[in-house]
């Protein structure tokens, strides 16, 4: 079972991260279809979605002569809830900062 940190790994490939944000905005899309505008080989887009698919981000589904692929919701819900865990921890970082701010300008309002 892929991890998070195969996820963000996947997705630190610019090419890899372009066609996950393709298939979230344009859906389900056959491997042809990827490959129509990004500019490197099919074989090349073929290796990146197997990395993606091995990492658990989009899944396959063949429809007699096409490869489908879409990204699968549970690799986005498990990003969100991760990104949600480590919210808390900035915002009272920030609130912390503000109020140290605060304290540290003059009666007038300068520092």
């Known amino acids: 079972m892929p991890t998070l940190p195969d996820t963000f790994a996947a ?21 042809g ?37 879409s990204v699968r919701p549970q690799a986005v819900l498990a990003i969100n809830r991760w990104i ?5 921890f900035w915002e009272a970082s920030l609130d912390r900062l503000a109020a140290a701010l605060d304290r540290d300008l003059e009666p007038d309002g300068h520092a």
């Open 84 to 88: 949600g865990s480590h919210r808390a």
């Open 33 to 69: 279809n990827l490959n129509d505008g990004v500019g490197i080989s099919a074989p090349a887009v073929s290796r990146h979605l197997k990395v993606l698919r091995e990492a658990g981000i989009v899944v396959r589904r063949i429809d007699k002569q096409r490869r489908l692929y």
């Open 11 to 31: 997705l630190g490939d610019a090419t890899r991260f372009a066609i996950v944000e393709r298939l979230l905005t344009e859906g389900e899309l056959s491997a």
